[in-house]
Every structure is written in C-alpha cells, then in structure tokens.
C-alpha cells in the first residue's frame, strides 16, 4: 500500500524525549513548489508522532497547535517530541520537525482528562446535510499541483463558492510505510486543504495574481473523529492589509468533531 512517508528508525532518549527519522515519498509534494512537502500530510505525521509519545489512558488531545517556520523541504526529516507540561489531568506536549538543520514546523498538543459529560453535551454547528455518498466528484483542486493533491478524493455539492462552502474528501495512503493509520492521523493529516477548497481568488492558478499561504494550523476537537471521510465546511475571509483568515468546521460522517483555523499570509506574484 502507497504511504505518503517511511520511518527510517525512532530513538527513545534517556531523558524521555523521541527523535523519529522519516523520509517523505512523492504523495508527500506540496503545491506551492515541486521541491517542498504540504502542510496537510506533514500535520499527519506530526499528529502520529504526538499520539504514540508517552500516551495516557485517560486522557486524549483536545487541541493541536502548528507553526509554520518556512518551507517544509522535500527531503529526509526528524521528529522530536517530549512533554513540556506533565500533568495528570493537563499536560502539553511538543514535536518539532527539522530538516538539514533547520526547523520546519513546531507542534504543540494539549491532552486533557477524560470523562463522561454525556449529561450536559451539546453542539451548536450544524450536522452536514449531504453524506459524501451522496455527493459528486469535484475536481476543483485538482488545477493545483503536487503529490499531494494527487493523493486525495473529493466530492462537493453545487452551493460550494469561491470563499465558502464544504467539501469532502479521503484518501487511500497510509501515513507511514508499515504502520496503521489511525482514523485521527488519516482524518488529521488532511485539515490543511481547507486553505484551498474555497479560495476567494478562483480556481485556475494561471489566473491568480495573488497567493495565500498559512503560517499555521490550529485545530480544536470537542470529540475524537472517526471513519475515512474528513467534512471541511470552511469560510476564507481577506483583510485590507495583506493578513486572511481561513476557518472551518470538521466533520467526520457522525457530525462536526471540531474546527480548525489558519492565518494566511496575502502575496502579490507576476503573471
């Protein structure tokens, strides 16, 4: 089965920190430069790392927080997480990507207690009305480049617009050669799109005069999401001084689990 990444070893280190050694494939590409992983796969593994790290029983990640600190170079990459905040009942942990001596992207996760609150819950975002079954391919990213995007199935309805609407989307890649893909790394490892599902600048790149990259991810999850299909029901807003925001609701098939939020930063290019 096609991985978007193989672990070349883990290294548990007598002060309770893990480096992991990975080296991307081709469904790891970016879109915005053939030499550079995207966001998207990048977060999953990530988020792989931060669940196998020291895991508690009674407790689950509740929110993972991503920097972004250049580009995220197409090439042999380590991992290193450890815990920056023990806790029985709170605790915050980080992984830290590097490549040839510079980081990438530092993580930031908050595991929290379990319980059973059953008794006051309660949302306010709105289920889905289309079950993606139901939906027809859209093939609306597919203008943009990269292996990741070549990675991924989506599917949409007619009320999606330049700037809001939702889209779904799977894959069938492992996220790492050789170890199962838990349905939050799968589901995880796919947010990043929301920046491109809506953009407000149209679909065909050879039109865009402007680019919009995210210098982070953040994501939020009242619940654990399961299944294979990830729901992204994003709103892409711009500002008048080069700053956007891309925010979204995530669904799985059972409802919104969460919502996850990226700031974009505005740049001019020639045609």
């Not at 309770?16 to 550079?36: C, F, L, M, R």
């Not at 029983?57 to 920097?67: A, C, H, P, Q, V």
């Not at 700053?243 to 990226?262: M, N, W, Y």
């Amino acid at each position: 089965m096609a991985a978007y990444y193989s672990c070349i070893k883990r290294e548990q280190q007598t002060d309770n920190i893990s480096v992991a050694h990975y080296k991307p494939t081709q469904h790891a590409q970016g879109a915005w430069n053939p030499h550079e992983q995207h966001m998207a796969p990048a977060t999953g593994v990530m988020v792989a790392e931060l669940s196998q790290f020291s895991p508690q029983e009674n407790m689950r990640i509740g929110r993972i927080s991503l920097d972004i600190l250049g580009l995220i170079p197409l090439d042999e990459f380590t991992i290193t997480t450890r815990c920056i905040r023990p806790g029985k009942t709170i605790e915050l942990i980080e992984s830290v990507m590097s490549s040839g001596g510079r980081d990438s992207i530092i993580a930031r996760a908050w595991r929290l207690i379990t319980q059973d609150t059953s008794i006051i819950a309660g949302l306010e975002d709105d289920y889905a009305t289309y079950h993606p079954d139901e939906l027809s391919v859209w093939e609306g990213m597919k203008g943009w480049p990269g292996g990741f995007v070549k990675s991924v199935h989506l599917v949409a309805n007619s009320e999606r617009r330049a700037g809001k609407g939702m889209v779904w989307v799977t894959n069938n890649i492992q996220m790492v050669e050789g170890e199962p893909t838990t349905d939050l790394v799968h589901l995880l490892g796919m947010v990043d799109l929301a920046n491109g599902i809506v953009p407000r600048l149209g679909l065909e790149l050879d039109d865009l005069q402007w680019i919009f990259p995210n210098t982070d991810l953040q994501i939020h999850m009242h619940r654990v999401p399961k299944g294979s299909w990830l729901g992204i029901e994003a709103v892409q807003q711009y500002g008048n001084d080069g700053i956007g925001i891309t925010s979204a609701v995530l669904h799985d098939v059972h409802g919104p689990f969460g919502r996850s939020e990226q700031i974009l930063t505005l740049r001019q290019i020639p045609r």
